[in-house]
């Protein structure tokens, strides 16, 4: 990661998705955003992002977005999402994430492991 590591924030909720925009460019990190699966792969595959944040419940499906970016970019993946049961997050690990956090969320823990997995990525 030379530089400013690069990080994809993708949430169809235009408010969590600046929010956590926002902190992660905050803690030193050049972000792209994108409300949907197809606009997050087309910023991955055009930017190479060291980790990205992926809604689940997102239109074009975080899930299938996480298992194309795992065999693409190889990129840190950190899932949001309102579900939190021990399926949904082995759902989640099964897709390639390195990390799943529950909304509501803290926006410091978030920045935390979104680092973490921008390291790992």
Do not use: N, W
Not at 80 to 102: E, M
Not at 104 to 119: E, I, K, N, S
Request: overall charge negative.
């Amino acid at each position: 990661m030379p530089g400013r590591p690069l990080a994809l924030v993708a949430d169809d909720d235009r408010e969590i998705r600046e929010l956590v925009a926002l902190r992660l460019e905050s803690a030193g990190f050049e972000v792209l955003q994108a409300g949907d699966g197809p606009a997050a792969l087309a910023l991955a595959d055009e930017r190479g992002p060291d980790v990205a944040v992926l809604d689940v419940m997102m239109p074009g499906d975080g899930l299938v977005v996480a298992r194309a970016l795992r065999a693409s970019v190889g990129c840190g993946i950190v899932m949001l999402s309102a579900l939190g049961g021990p399926a949904d997050l082995r759902s989640a690990y099964d897709a390639g994430a390195d990390d799943y956090v529950v909304k509501p969320f803290d926006a410091q823990d978030l920045v935390a492991r979104v680092t973490a997995a921008a390291r790992r990525g």
